[in-house]
Each structure stands twice: as C-alpha cells, then as structure tokens.
C-alpha cells in the first residue's frame, strides 16, 4: 500500500505546493511564488509592501490608485491617493510635499505663494524673478502690499507701474 505524500494547497489557484523553493506563506496562507502577485499588474508581491483586501491582492502603487483605497482624495499633482494630511488649493487636493513651487520644487504648505496667469504655483522668490510685472519707472517688481493678496497695478500704454510710480 502506497500513500499519496500529503500536500497544502495554493490559495490563489488550488494547485498543490510541493518543495520549500516554490512557494511562501502570507497572512498565515500558502502561495506558489509564481501566485502571490498583484491582482491588477501581475507583479510577484514577495519581499514588499502588499495589500489584501476582500481577498484580492495589491502592490503598494495599485493599491493607492484602486477603489478598495479607503481615501477618495487624489492629489492634482502626482495623481496618487492621499492618504494622511490634505492639503487644499483652488478647488484641488494635493499632498503638503505636491504643492511645490514649479521653478525650484520647494514645498509651499503654510508658506506665502503666488499664481501666474495659468494658475502656476510660485515662492515668492521665483515669482518677483521670473513672472511678476516690473515698474516701468522704478523697474523693481510689482506684488502685493504687505497683508495683501491682491497686487495693484497701473497699465499704461501696455507698461507696468506701481501706484506710486505712475506719473
């Protein structure tokens, strides 16, 4: 009488698992390596970060962009899910490290910052070098009064000036 050697099946596709060099164990069930991958991308999931939810499994990235993330929140910056603090702007989300300036990438998260006329973000540095309008008169920057959010301008045939420098 011959008896069949004993085996614990895959969970993922019921096949038998023979030898230690195929297969691991995660969350307590067993996976030929070859099964213990990201439900959406197919990536082997052994030795990084993994999700598991309602039985499906997911690498970190798939997991932060799939409906089982429990954040609805994607930052208009990178595009992931946000999932701690929410940083909000305009109408849009970002994480706090996603809302950077757009010349030097220096978070602005309770920092001072200015829009250009496309809603570009910019450091109040980048801004007086690179967007903001300079008086005609005395050529330094136009920008905002100190307290202020709103620059006051004069145009006058199609030059720039401050307030106090148009005459």
Do not use: W
């Amino acid at each position: 009488m011959t008896t069949e050697p004993s085996f614990e099946p895959c969970v993922n596709c019921s096949g038998g698992v023979y030898g230690g060099g195929q297969a691991c164990r995660a969350m307590g069930k067993l996976y030929h390596d070859s099964c213990f991958i990201c439900s959406v991308c197919d990536q082997r999931l052994q030795e990084q970060s993994f999700y598991s939810v309602s039985g499906k499994l997911f690498c970190e990235d798939h997991f932060k962009h799939s409906e089982a993330h429990p954040s609805t929140q994607t930052c208009d910056s990178c595009g992931f899910l946000i999932k701690d603090t929410v940083l909000q702007a305009f109408g849009s989300c970002y994480h706090p490290g996603c809302f950077c300036c757009v010349i030097c990438c220096q978070s602005l998260e309770g920092a001072l910052f200015f829009l250009d006329s496309t809603n570009r973000v910019y450091c109040l540095k980048d801004y007086q070098r690179y967007v903001a309008p300079i008086c005609a008169t005395c050529c330094r920057p136009i920008l905002p009064s100190e307290g202020s959010a709103v620059t006051e301008r004069i145009v006058s045939m199609n030059r720039d000036y401050h307030v106090d420098c148009f005459q």
